[in-house]
Every structure is written in C-alpha cells, then in structure tokens.
C-alpha cells in the first residue's frame, strides 16, 4: 500500500471543511503554548482534528436519525 501524499491531501481539504469544526486562530495559539515541542505540537493538533471530526460525524448520525 503506498503512502498518501500528505501535505497534497492537506490543500485539498482547505476550504472545505465546516467552520464550526475548524480550528480557529485561539484554538491555535492555545495548542501552541501548551505544547512542549513540535512533536507534541503536531499530536496535540491531529488530536483536537480527530475530536472535531467526531463532533461532525456524531451531528451527521443525528441528522439522518431525523
């Protein structure tokens, strides 16, 4: 399996996603001052990502229950 083209992957997205599951500008500055290193910077982002898209998944079963 080949790897996917990450940072091509990213652009795509941009723009696209709902901004109620965005990342703001605080949300940013909050993951950046509470992060040790880029390491964590990175993890601390992909897991507020992860949260964020559950959120939308969860509202999206709401939705069609509905």
């Not at 992957?9 to 901004?19: H, L, P, T």
């Not at 910077?41 to 992860?50: E, K, P, Q, R, V």
């Amino acid at each position: 399996m080949s790897k996917m083209n990450v940072m091509k992957k990213i652009q795509e997205a941009r723009g696209g996603i709902n901004y109620y599951y965005d990342m703001d500008i605080e949300d940013m500055e909050k993951i950046s001052n509470n992060s040790h290193d880029r390491f964590s910077l990175i993890s601390n982002a992909f897991t507020f990502g992860y949260i964020q898209g559950m959120k939308a998944q969860k509202a999206k079963d709401r939705k069609k229950k509905a």
